[in-house]
Structure formats: structure tokens, C-alpha cells
């Protein structure tokens, strides 16, 4: 199992969101924003989390991502493995590799997939709280009052070149 830029951009990214999530749904351009990462990219990232039901998308105002499953139920292999294909395969670039050392590469693509099996996506969020994190507030959105509109101007000028013309006949 190999750690792609993807992989590696999806966890950070995961971990984000769930650390806030709490206020409701997180747009992926503030979490681009936090990340340094463009939110084309994270679009991509995310449409697969989506089909992997990692995550849910609201639509509208307000909208963003929350998570699909609670962060207990999601490990560091699901995400890496949901971004990017060749993670899925456990032999990955070891198929290629007919050598003598194929034995020692299948292994340790094992056991590193076995390891990130075993870290949740909340053991993660709990390591980023525990070291005191700065989650920012969302502003909360106060309804603007709607300023009347100006009545219009009564004019007596004519409207139209004919009404023109007539106003000079009289």
C-alpha cells in the first residue's frame, strides 16, 4: 500500500472536517483555504469519499460536508483507500516487481495497510484536540432587514415622443 499526495491531502482534509462539523455542514473551500490545498482538488477528493458513503453533502446556503459515518467507524486506510485506486490493491507497485525482493515489498505493504487500518479518523481529531487546536467560530449570519424601496417620483414630463409632441399642441 502506497501513501499518495491524495491520501495524504484526504486524511488532513478529513480530519478538518470532522474537527468542525459540530456547527454544521463545512464548505470545502474553507477547509481548502485551511489546508492550502485548491478546491478543485478537493472536489475530486470528496466525490469519491461520497460514493464510499465517508461523507455527506448539503446542498444550498449553509451547505458543506458533514460526515457520512461517525469518525469511530472510519480509519486512516478507508480514506486512502477511497482516494485513491492503487492504495486499494495491497500488492500495488509490488505486482510489478518480479525480483527477488517482491516477497519483502508484498509484506510491507501489508503491514502498513494493517497499521492505518487500526487508526480511526477520531483517534486522529482527539490527538489535534488534545494539542489544543484552534477551531474558529462561524459567524453566525443575522438576517438583514429589508430597507423599503424609495417611492417613485410622480413626474408629469410625457412619456413618449408622441405625448411630447402633444404637450406643445395645447
Not at 429589508?146 to 408622441?162: G, W
Amino acid at each position: 500500500m502506497r501513501m499518495s499526495t491524495k491520501g495524504r491531502y484526504a486524511v488532513n482534509a478529513m480530519i478538518d472536517l470532522a474537527l468542525r462539523q459540530s456547527t454544521g455542514p463545512v464548505a470545502l473551500a474553507a477547509i481548502g483555504t485551511r489546508q492550502g490545498v485548491s478546491l478543485s482538488y478537493l472536489e475530486q477528493l470528496f466525490a469519491r469519499l461520497r460514493q464510499q458513503g465517508m461523507v455527506v453533502s448539503t446542498r444550498g446556503p449553509g451547505g458543506g460536508y458533514t460526515l457520512g459515518r461517525p469518525a469511530e467507524e472510519i480509519s486512516v486506510a478507508d480514506i486512502v483507500c477511497a482516494v485513491d485506486e492503487l492504495a486499494a490493491d495491497t500488492e500495488g507497485s509490488a505486482q510489478e516487481d518480479n525480483g527477488p525482493s517482491r516477497e519483502l515489498w508484498l509484506r510491507l505493504n501489508l503491514v502498513m495497510r494493517e497499521q492505518m487500518a487500526t487508526v480511526s479518523l477520531h483517534s486522529l481529531v482527539q490527538e489535534q484536540q488534545a494539542k489544543g487546536v484552534n477551531i474558529e467560530p462561524v459567524p453566525v449570519r443575522r438576517a438583514e432587514a429589508v430597507k423599503p424601496l424609495p417611492k417613485p417620483m410622480a413626474s408629469r414630463a410625457p412619456n413618449s415622443v408622441f405625448a411630447f409632441g402633444r404637450s406643445f399642441a395645447r
